[in-house]
């Protein structure tokens, strides 16, 4: 593996020709750069130099509507039915399962607000004159799904506004304090005779830990075919953004009806892709916009070719390297763990990545140092050369706050707002690792001797 300081840095065509600002900032940090070494690729990832030729070539030459007959648009066509292709192959679905989308929070909103509607119509089709139905006894007349208290915010806070504006109820189950993970067994006993969907994390972003979405969908199922046809069926979503690029998926192995896929986690461009296991046949798809054919009416809009093309090249470089990736990623990382221990010992450190009984990601190390004002913000900011963060991107401006997802794993407060998430990438080196700890080493020596000295 070669390394990578920064993978801003690449081989593909120069992102500032054409634009000013562009290259000023490059100018700006170019320096900066060029001694920087990125760890936070949970967060997002550089696109490979292949995505990006492909994206241009894609720009040249397939620039074409692609429902125009002409040459370009027909280009543009031939583009996007291979990125529907490879990306099926990656998850083991089949072309006509793939709906592109902008990026995994609108396929996560696309999930949920499908099932909502599904729910609706299926209370229409059953209701009586008064428009309810008794469900099990016990009349119901709100959609019910069940989520993780440590899911994205593009799921947790869909599915809150949707019980905030009464249009759902909803059961945040806890995960176990001892595997960081989902119980299937909570899953179960919270099914209701409204539930319609369950929508759990494949891999959580923070902790790296993977949750049992095969042995949950098994068991949903046997109760779906219990259940009558006063009750709807439950759908099972699972957000795979964090796993794709690092783990193998395959959608027939775990049974989800719903798949999120989002590029720029597995060194793609920033849009993303939803499968769907038999779309309008057997799953429910109902359309979040009103426009044109596009994607057989799922998702209108003219579509953007170019990075559909790149999300494609991206996916298809999964399915050749993926074992290569995987396996380079956990030597690096299982190397990090290592050094971290060997230069702060056992008894000051705590790995939040590490829960019995659980899997993880080969690429996830999330760590605190232990000890009085070592809070994981205070010790980046002591750092010159590591870039990484001490969470989700998307939680970034709760600044005093530690991650909540690491306090509903049953992370201590004082343990928890010392976390930094080292996320390794296909690029990282032991050399880095070498660096970065040496680094983490100083940071903490400079922060205690402050202390000592107010």
């Not at 291979?82 to 793939?98: F, K, N, S």
């Not at 298809?316 to 074992?323: A, C, G, R, S």
Request: overall charge neutral.
């Amino acid at each position: 593996m070669e390394k990578n300081a920064c993978p801003a840095k690449t081989d593909g065509p120069s992102v500032t020709q054409g634009c000013p600002k562009l290259a000023e900032l490059q100018q700006k940090n170019n320096s900066a750069n060029e001694y920087s070494i990125y760890m936070d690729y949970n967060a997002t990832t550089p696109m490979e130099s292949e995505v990006m030729q492909t994206i241009t070539e894609a720009m040249q030459e397939a620039w074409g509507n692609p429902s125009s007959s002409y040459a370009p648009g027909r280009n543009a066509k031939v583009l996007i039915d291979w990125a529907r292709e490879t990306i099926a192959q990656m998850v083991g679905g089949h072309p006509e399962d793939i709906i592109f989308t902008s990026g995994g929070t609108e396929a996560n909103n696309l999930v949920i607000h499908t099932v909502v509607k599904y729910f609706w119509n299926h209370q229409r089709h059953l209701a009586p004159k008064d428009g309810r139905v008794d469900l099990g006894g016990i009349v119901q007349v709100l959609p019910h799904i069940i989520t993780s208290n440590v899911e994205h915010d593009s799921v947790h806070l869909v599915v809150e506004n949707l019980v905030k504006e009464g249009k759902a109820k909803a059961t945040f189950l806890p995960v176990s304090k001892v595997t960081g993970c989902i119980q299937v067994d909570d899953v179960i006993a919270a099914i209701g005779p409204s539930t319609c969907l369950i929508s759990i994390m494949l891999a959580n972003n923070e902790t790296g830990v993977l949750m049992p979405i095969a042995e949950m969908c098994r068991r949903v199922k046997i109760v779906n075919h219990q259940r009558g046809k006063q009750t709807p069926k439950i759908l099972l979503h699972t957000d795979a953004a964090q796993a794709l690029g690092k783990l193998q998926v395959d959608v027939q192995d775990l049974g989800v009806d719903y798949l999120t896929v989002v590029g720029h986690k597995f060194y793609g461009p920033r849009i993303g892709a939803l499968y769907v296991r038999g779309p309008s046949t057997s799953s429910p798809v109902y359309a979040m916009f009103i426009g044109g054919g596009q994607e057989r009416k799922f998702r209108p809009g003219t579509e953007n070719t170019p990075m559909i093309a790149g999300l494609g090249k991206a996916a298809e470089l999964v399915v050749k390297k993926l074992e290569i990736y995987a396996s380079h990623m956990k030597e690096v990382r299982d190397y990090l763990e290592v050094c971290l221990l060997t230069v702060f010992g056992k008894e000051k450190l705590h790995f939040n990545s590490h829960f019995q009984g659980s899997d993880c990601l080969p690429n996830t190390c999330n760590v605190s140092i232990l000890g009085p004002n070592l809070q994981g913000r205070n010790v980046l900011l002591h750092c010159q050369r590591l870039l990484a963060s001490v969470g989700a991107a998307c939680h970034s401006e709760n600044v005093n706050r530690p991650s909540h997802v690491l306090l509903n794993s049953g992370i201590p407060y004082e343990v928890a707002e010392n976390a930094i998430r080292l996320s390794v990438g296909r690029a990282t080196s032991k050399e880095d690792v070498d660096t970065i700890v040496e680094e983490l080493k100083l940071a903490v020596k400079e922060i205690k001797l402050c202390a000592a000295q107010t």
